[in-house]
């Protein structure tokens, strides 16, 4: 069964930091991999997805990287800002598309 | 304005009864999802659905049943044989594409 771990479970970085937020999973037969971000009391909104098929894939201040064969994955976050202030979850998904969850860093950055 | 609605965003149980959770999506995404999410947790798949009148069992749906009547919603009946139903629970759907889009949850509290 699939299992994802991320650490930190909790992060707190001043603002304009750069930082890494990681991904390990157990099983490397995934689809794909997905970041998402979850404020309080929130749904989640998803930031990245890199496919199997993929090293890595950027949107802004963002950067995902994937090492399937060793199960890893890698949250890049430039310059933080205190918006950036929310849980980042990580998710794989397998061959029938269900996604399986880490349980979250919880990422603070102080102005 | 298309998205994933969830209602209601709050809702208290009794013991012995049941509830049911509304997801209603206008993206025309084939693919819906039910998930758990328990304080400091990741979330965990109950339910999903991948087409009209077809639904299948996540790793946690003892206590729980779906519907899939129409492609634009997917309802989460809460049954009395749940035992620990106190949770935030958030719908999703997706297309081709894969990624998930998720509404803004409902918190389900047992008194």
């Known amino acids: 069964k699939q299992e994802v771990t991320q650490i930190p479970a909790a992060l707190s970085v001043p603002e304009g930091e750069n930082l890494v937020l990681n991904c390990s999973f157990t099983?490397?037969?995934?689809?794909?991999l997905q970041w998402f971000r979850q404020d309080p009391g929130k749904g989640l909104t998803s930031l990245l997805l890199i496919q199997s098929s993929q090293r890595e894939q950027t949107s802004g201040r963002l950067n995902a990287s994937l090492d399937k064969s060793s199960g890893r994955s890698t949250l890049y976050i430039a310059a933080s800002q205190p918006g950036d202030s929310a849980t980042y979850l990580c998710a794989v998904s397998g061959s029938a598309r269900q996604l399986t969850f880490g349980s979250g860093t919880q990422l603070t950055v102080l102005p | 304005d298309g998205g994933i609605t969830q209602s209601p965003k709050y809702l208290f149980r009794k013991e012995g009864q049941n509830v049911t959770l509304s997801c209603e999506q206008n993206l025309n995404h084939d693919a819906m999802y039910w998930y758990r999410q328990d304080p400091g947790q990741g979330l965990r798949l109950i339910y999903y659905s991948q087409i009209v009148n077809d639904f299948q069992k996540g790793d946690i749906a003892e206590g729980y049943s779906v519907s899939r009547e129409k492609k634009e919603s997917f309802p989460l009946t809460v049954t009395s044989a749940q035992k620990n139903p106190t949770a935030f629970y958030l719908c999703?759907?997706?297309?081709?594409?894969?990624?998930?889009?998720f509404g803004p949850g409902t918190r389900l509290t047992v008194l």
């Open positions: 999703a759907s997706s297309s081709a594409t894969d990624t998930q889009y």
């Open positions: 099983d490397s037969a995934i689809y794909n």
